[in-house]
């Protein structure tokens, strides 16, 4: 397997424009976490799916940020509009609930916001 | 909720043992992990340890858990120019998400 597939690695917007992320979780598994990490917070949890459903979305900062699953194989992060503050290294991982313990991360998106 | 604190910075020559030690204010984790995140990557499963565990080895690994004071500590033996990376410890506090702490940027001197 490829491993968690992240796209893009690296991604450049001005204030207010729309930017989506993209991820491909593991074949098999059936959890998938998407986390920001910035010097400031640390790694933070935003929110995590399990079977394509939302479970837990309170780490969302705010209405600007929506999560989508469509499919076991795909998820997007979307932010609109983006903010400077949104720069930051986001982060999607995935899981199988019958192995927990073995949290599987991908390269990650590193956006800067003009 | 949880918070799990961290030392930020830590310099040892390549050959002697590191010490990557971890706080937690929640005791309900299932398992506690290392992950280590080497420069432009994402993070990656170094090991982890059961909550009813003392101690795990593993290679030049040693994870030690002291429930009491809520205190984790990863130890690597020989220390490597590649074992210079940022480490993170991390709790699970019952739920599948898992808790990160703030990193450990370990530098190996030759």
């Known amino acids: 397997d490829a491993g968690v597939i992240q796209s893009p690695r690296h991604e450049v917007t001005e204030m207010g424009q729309e930017v989506t992320l993209r991820c491909k979780p593991i074949s098999g598994h059936d959890y998938l976490f998407w986390y920001r990490q910035t010097m400031m917070r640390g790694l933070e949890l935003l929110i995590y799916f399990n079977n394509n459903v939302p479970i837990d979305d309170s780490g969302m900062p705010e209405d600007r940020f929506s999560a989508k699953m469509p499919n076991a194989s795909f998820s997007t992060l979307k932010i609109q509009p983006s903010e400077p503050r949104d720069s930051a290294v986001y982060f999607c991982?995935?899981?199988?609930?019958?192995?927990?313990?073995?949290?599987?991360f991908g390269s990650g998106t590193q956006l800067s916001v003009l | 909720g949880e918070d799990v604190e961290q030392s930020l910075f830590l310099s040892v020559r390549e050959g002697d043992s590191s010490v990557i030690n971890c706080t937690y204010t929640?005791?309900?984790?299932?398992?506690l992990y290392w992950y280590k995140q080497e420069p432009g990557a994402g993070l990656q499963l170094l090991t982890y340890?059961?909550?009813?565990?003392d101690m795990k080895q593993d290679q030049r690994l040693t994870v030690l858990l002291n429930k009491k004071d809520k205190h984790l500590s990863l130890r690597i033996a020989d220390t490597q120019t590649g074992d210079s990376a940022i480490y993170f410890c991390?709790?699970?506090?019952?739920?599948?998400?898992?808790?990160f702490g703030s990193g450990t940027r370990l530098q190996v001197q030759p």
């Open positions: 340890i059961f909550s009813n565990m």
């Open positions: 929640d005791s309900s984790s299932t398992y």
């Open positions: 991390a709790g699970d506090t019952g739920r599948r998400a898992l808790t």
């Open positions: 991982a995935s899981s199988s609930g019958r192995d927990n313990e073995k949290l599987f």
